[in-house]
C-alpha cells in the first residue's frame, strides 16, 4: 500500500511539473525574466515556508538548530540547482514543451542519480553509496546501464528535433514554438539537465533537517519540506540576480508597472505558475516518505515528468506537420528515455 501511495504521489508531482509552464503561455508583452522571476518568487520563496508552517510546525527552529554546515552545502546545491532551473525554462522556452522537457529530464534522470554517487566517491559516508559501489555490484551496473540508455534515448530525441528542423517551414516552426531554435536550445537543455540534478542531492545534504522534524514528532509524509526552505534560498539566488542582470540589459524593469500590458492577468498566471512548480516537490517529498528510495524516488518522479510533459506537447501540437518518420523517432526517443529511467530505478530497489 505504501508503494501504491508512493507512485500516486509522484504522479501529481509529475503533473505538476509537466504542466507548470502552461499558465505562463497565458502572460501577454512581458519579458521571459519579468515573468519568470515573479512566478520564482512564488516557487522560492512565499510558497514553501508557507507550505512547511502548514505540514512541519516549528520548522524555523528546527533550521535554526541546524549545523551551519549542513545548511551550506544544501545552499550550495540549490544555488547550482538553481543555474539548472534557469536554463530549464529556457531549453523549454527554445524547443518546447516535449522535445525540451525529454532531453532536460532525460539528462536530469541520468546525473540525478550519479551525483550523490560521485560524491560519497570523494567523500565517503557510512550508509551512502558511492561511485564504487555502482561499478562493484550487481544493482549498481544495473543502475549505470540505465544511465547510458538514457544517453541513448536523449540522442535520439535530439535527431528527431533536428528531422523537425529540416522538415518544417520557418513559419510552421514558429506556430509550434514561437523562438525554436534546435542548436541552441539543445546546448542550454543539456547543460540544465546536468545542473538540475543537484536538487536530488541538495534534499540529500539537507536530510537532517528531515531527519529533526521526524524526531520532533512530525508526520514524516512531510518531513522533507522544511528541507526545500533553505534548499531553494540557493535557487531564489541564482535566478534573482540573473533576472535582475536580464531586466537591466533588456530594459525590461517596466513590465512590472506597465498599465498597458493585462498586469492582474500577468502577475496571477506568472504566480500560478510558480505555485504549481512548487507542488512537484511537495508531493515528491510524500512520495519518497512512502518508497523509502531516494534515488528510485528521483527516476519515477522524472519519468511521470516526461510522459505529462510530452501529452502537453501533443496537445500544443508542437510536432504537427512533420513526417511520420519523425514523429516515430521522437516516440522512440521518449520510450528509450522512459525504460532507462525504470531500469535506473529498478537497479536502486535492488539496493
Not at 1 to 17: D, E, N, P, T, Y
Not at 112 to 131: C, D, M, N, Q, W
Request: charged share 10%.
Amino acid at each position: 500500500m505504501h508503494g501504491i501511495l508512493g507512485i500516486f504521489f509522484h504522479l501529481i508531482g509529475g503533473f505538476a511539473s509537466g504542466s507548470f509552464y502552461m499558465p505562463f503561455k497565458k502572460v501577454q508583452k512581458w519579458s521571459w525574466e519579468s515573468y519568470w522571476i515573479i512566478g520564482g518568487l512564488f516557487s522560492w520563496l512565499i510558497v514553501p515556508p508557507l507550505a512547511a508552517w502548514l505540514t512541519v510546525p516549528g520548522f524555523s527552529e528546527i533550521i535554526r538548530n541546524t549545523s551551519s554546515q549542513v545548511i551550506g552545502i544544501t545552499i550550495l546545491f540549490g544555488v547550482l540547482w538553481g543555474v539548472g532551473g534557469l536554463t530549464y525554462g529556457l531549453g523549454v522556452r527554445y524547443l518546447g514543451m516535449s522535445l525540451g522537457n525529454s532531453v532536460v529530464l532525460g539528462f536530469c534522470s541520468a546525473f540525478g542519480a550519479l551525483v550523490p554517487s560521485i560524491y560519497y566517491y570523494f567523500s565517503p559516508s557510512e550508509g551512502k553509496t558511492s561511485f564504487a559501489d555502482l561499478l562493484n555490484t550487481g544493482w549498481g551496473r544495473i543502475v549505470l546501464a540505465g544511465v547510458i540508455l538514457c544517453l541513448i534515448g536523449i540522442y535520439i530525441c535530439g535527431y528527431a528535433g533536428m528531422l523537425k528542423e529540416k522538415e518544417l517551414p520557418t513559419a510552421d516552426k514558429k506556430k509550434s514554438v514561437a523562438e525554436f531554435n534546435l542548436r541552441k536550445g539543445l546546448a542550454v537543455a543539456v547543460f540544465s539537465g546536468i545542473m538540475s540534478a543537484c536538487f536530488n542531492f541538495g534534499i540529500e545534504a539537507g536530510k537532517p533537517m528531515a531527519e529533526a522534524a521526524v524526531a520532533a514528532g512530525m508526520n514524516p509524509l512531510y518531513q522533507n519540506n522544511v528541507t526545500y526552505v533553505v534548499l531553494l534560498w540557493g535557487g531564489l539566488a541564482t535566478n534573482f540576480v540573473w533576472c535582475m542582470l536580464l531586466n537591466t540589459r533588456n530594459k525590461s524593469f517596466g513590465d512590472y508597472t506597465n498599465s498597458t500590458t493585462p498586469l492582474l492577468n500577468n502577475y496571477f498566471f506568472s504566480a500560478l505558475a510558480g505555485t504549481i512548480w512548487f507542488m512537484q516537490f511537495f508531493f515528491y517529498g510524500m512520495g519518497e516518505s512512502k518508497l523509502g528510495n531516494g534515488a528510485s524516488s528521483w527516476i519515477l518522479h522524472m519519468a511521470f515528468i516526461i510522459l505529462i510533459a510530452n501529452m502537453w506537447g501533443i496537445i500544443l501540437k508542437e510536432w504537427k506537420g512533420v513526417s511520420t518518420k519523425t514523429k516515430n523517432t521522437i516516440a522512440t526517443g521518449i520510450v528509450t528515455i522512459i525504460l532507462s529511467v525504470l531500469l535506473v530505478g529498478y537497479g536502486n530497489s535492488l539496493k
